[in-house]
């Protein structure tokens, strides 16, 4: 039983574009929701985080939001570039837990010049 | 600062055999969590030390074990090993488990043959 799910396992964008990638989860005891990027050969490299209590984390050009009633977030890249062509996993830590995420099965994004 | 080295980056055994993968953390960090990435189940939490006690733990079978030392590095271990155990085994490290502050290392690719 997955209970963080990207469901787009792949997605392809045009450079300067948005990006828009989602993730949903099951369990409501998430209290924290990260998305880590991951380049072939290497291991994932966090990006972005937010807590279960803000709808909304802003960092450069990724946003991170969250919708706790529909059990949604999504991360937005704005504008895209073919740098950011990777594997993109959304992970969610279980309330009070430490060392421990579930992470989805990652979307892997293609960034076209 | 280094960052996050996993020894051996490749190995190649087959069924039945051991496996021992070594993680050295960065210089500081005491949480050292182990991962299993596998085309079908994404990133799986297999557990996670904290000076030198297992914190926590994920739902993997006994014949994975791990432990860390007194510098914190740390060694995970399969036993008895099988063709579903290929995978990229991915360690990361963070101060105190904190998940903005983990980092992880390269991977180990284990094929069972």
């Known amino acids: 039983d997955q209970q963080v799910k990207q469901n787009s396992p792949s997605l392809s964008v045009q450079e300067g574009r948005i990006s828009i990638l989602n993730c949903d989860y099951t369990?409501?005891?998430?209290?924290?929701f990260l998305w880590y990027k991951k380049y072939p050969a290497e291991g994932p490299t966090f990006l972005i985080s937010?807590?279960?209590?803000?709808d909304k984390n802003e960092d450069g050009r990724f946003t991170v939001f969250l919708n706790k009633s529909a059990k949604h977030l999504s991360l937005h890249i704005v504008p895209s570039q073919p740098g950011d062509s990777a594997v993109y996993f959304c992970?969610?830590?279980?309330?009070?837990?430490?060392?421990?995420?579930?992470f989805g099965k990652g979307t892997k994004l293609s960034v076209k010049p | 600062k280094a960052g996050v080295t996993q020894t051996p980056r490749y190995l190649i055994k087959t069924r039945g055999q051991q496996v021992t993968l070594s993680c050295s953390p960065i210089?500081?960090?005491?949480?050292v969590s182990w991962y299993q990435q596998t085309p079908g189940q994404g990133l799986q939490f297999l557990f996670e030390?904290?000076?030198?006690?297992?914190?926590n733990k994920g739902n993997f079978p006994g014949r994975f074990s791990g432990r860390q030392f007194s510098n914190s590095r740390s060694e995970m271990n399969v036993s008895t090993l099988e063709l579903g155990d290929s995978a990229l085994y991915l360690c990361?490290?963070?101060?105190?488990?904190?998940?903005?502050?983990?980092?992880f290392g390269p991977g180990t690719r284990l094929t069972v043959l």
């Open positions: 990361a490290s963070s101060p105190d488990g904190s998940y903005n502050e983990q980092f």
């Open positions: 369990n409501s005891m998430f209290d924290y």
């Open positions: 937010i807590s279960s209590i803000k």
């Open positions: 992970a969610a830590r279980p309330g009070g837990s430490q060392g421990n995420l579930i």
């Open positions: 210089s500081g960090h005491r949480s």
């Open positions: 030390y904290f000076s030198e006690t297992q914190r």
